[in-house]
């Protein structure tokens, strides 16, 4: 079965600060997304990871993803208020179903 | 372009109600699927579909029943709704047939049992 998991579940940071969102999975799988998630809304797609090494960019976040440690990282730089949100991933698993981890909110503080 | 159009957005059910949760996709889909939400579990699958007439049990399937008669339309039936089914739901497609494309999320339905 399928398990993932994200850490941490809960993150309070101050603007300009720098961290990382860790996602581990514990079977084989070479696709991996990372959505957002306002407090009260639907989940909207931030980045689709194919591939070993993939690494994709978008404004102050970046994601990575290494299918040998079954790990992806999702790396905030420079945060700003307007990041605050639950930040989930998922994998695709058995017969290509989605498992997503269990969230991690993000708090960015003054 | 409407993308995943789920009705209603929100509801309140007594014990033992039934109910339909309505989902629509205009963007020729072949995936669908139905996923609930509670605090500190993430999304956990329902059940899905790879196609109009084929449907699969998810991860939390008891209680729920799917059809799809459609490939715009994916409705989840509560039989008889239970506290324990108070959740958010949210339906999702994806263009690939397996699944394994990213999904697109509907707004979400707020449901509670009482």
């Known amino acids: 079965e399928l398990k993932v998991e994200q850490n941490p579940l809960f993150l309070s940071m101050q603007e300009g600060k720098n961290y990382t969102i860790y996602c581990n999975y514990s079977t084989t799988s070479d696709r991996l997304y990372w959505y957002r998630q306002d407090p009260g809304k639907s989940l909207e797609s931030l980045f689709v990871?194919?591939?070993?090494?993939a690494v994709k960019q978008e404004g102050r976040l970046m994601a990575s993803l290494d299918t040998k440690a079954r790990l992806s990282t999702l790396h905030i730089t420079a945060a700003v208020h307007d990041l605050s949100a639950t930040y989930f991933c998922a994998v695709t698993g058995t017969a290509s179903k989605l498992t997503f981890g269990t969230g991690t909110r993000l708090q960015v503080t003054l | 372009n409407a993308g995943v159009t789920q009705t209603p957005k929100f509801q309140v059910l007594k014990t033992g109600q039934s109910m339909t949760l309505q989902c629509a996709q205009d963007?020729?889909?072949?995936?669908m699927s139905w996923y609930r939400q509670d605090p500190g579990m993430g999304l956990r699958l329902i059940h899905y579909s790879v196609g109009a007439g084929i449907t699969d049990q998810g991860e939390v399937p008891n209680g729920y029943n799917v059809s799809r008669s459609t490939t715009e339309d994916f409705p989840l039936r509560l039989l008889s709704a239970a506290p324990s089914q108070t959740s958010v739901y949210f339906c999702?497609?994806?263009?690939?047939?397996?699944?394994?494309?990213?999904?697109?999320f509907g707004q979400g339905t707020r449901l509670t049992v009482v």
């Open positions: 963007m020729n889909h072949e995936y």
């Open positions: 990871l194919l591939s070993n090494g």
């Open positions: 999702a497609s994806s263009y690939s047939r397996t699944g394994a494309g990213e999904a697109f």
